[in-house]
């Protein structure tokens, strides 16, 4: 069976890019979205990507598959939005445990194909835990502080549904990402551990982390060392940051991290900074480009793309990848 733990020893593993960008490649109407199943629901369901792994799983595979053409080590799950709490928009709640269980099956056999063609070069899957739409540490209404629209309770039953569901559906790493507030995270890896204790399974997790603007800060105000801080109790696989940002402004926060963390270390920036028009228009040539100053400085263990990336920024990224040894991580004394 291959293993993540031994394969990050060898080489920079590289993660794929962005699933909503693909997807907006195919224009689907709220009649695909709905698919024959939805057809006649109630609330309206069109953005709503994690249902499309239930009535388009072709197009999510294919999404996948197109990954792992362009180098891809890791894909990530269609289930970005896969909890009770974000599901509540489209009143999908009763719905989570089958879309994250799909989702993971349909991308753990594209994976299986091609490291069955190909066994030198293992293919895993990661289970993509998003933060929610609600934060745990922050008031939504600025006349009241005090109030909070989620607690860390609720959080974890959400989270722990989410991953029950992954796990049983064959991924092989669980991915907490883009948090923008670290309450909500350890939530998540509370529930995480929770589910590993109950089932006697010790499975890999990767903790990726959102600085939200030049302050350095995630948006519930931490710094790189205390959001580092704050979730290192747990043994991770990885650390790191993704979203918000392009390749060239994370720079110096991930320099801070590595130097800071026994943990290997992940990035998955975005192509550049929006436009005006919030697109993304940093070439696979530019990025790559910048992702080498990583790897130069032996930055990065994992690597890959989040907002505007897509198969062709991957392909460039995992070239450039191979040219370099992953980051040493700190002999423990």
Known sequence: MPNINTEIQKRILVLDGAMGTMLQRYNFSEEDF???RFKDYPSSLKGNNDLLSLTQPQAIADVHRLYFEAGADIVETNTFSGTTIAMADYNMEDLVYEL?????KIAKKVAEE??????????FVAGSIGPTNRTASLSPDVNRPEFRAITFEELRIAYKQQTEALIDGGVDVLLVETIFDTLNAKAALFAIEEVKEERNIDIPIMVSGTITDASGRTLSGQ???AFLTSISHIPLLSVGFNCALGAEQLKPYLQRLSYETDFNTSAHPNAGLPNAFGEYDQTPEQMQALIEDYLK???INIIGGCCGTN?????AIAEVAAKYQPRQLKVQV
């Open 34 to 36: 709905r698919g024959e």
């Open 100 to 104: 994250n269980f799909e989702s993971a």
């Open 114 to 123: 091609f490291t069955a063609v190909n066994p030198d070069k293992p293919r």
């Open 223 to 225: 710094t790189v060392e």
């Open 297 to 299: 400085d032996g930055l």
């Open 311 to 315: 198969p062709e920024h991957i392909k």
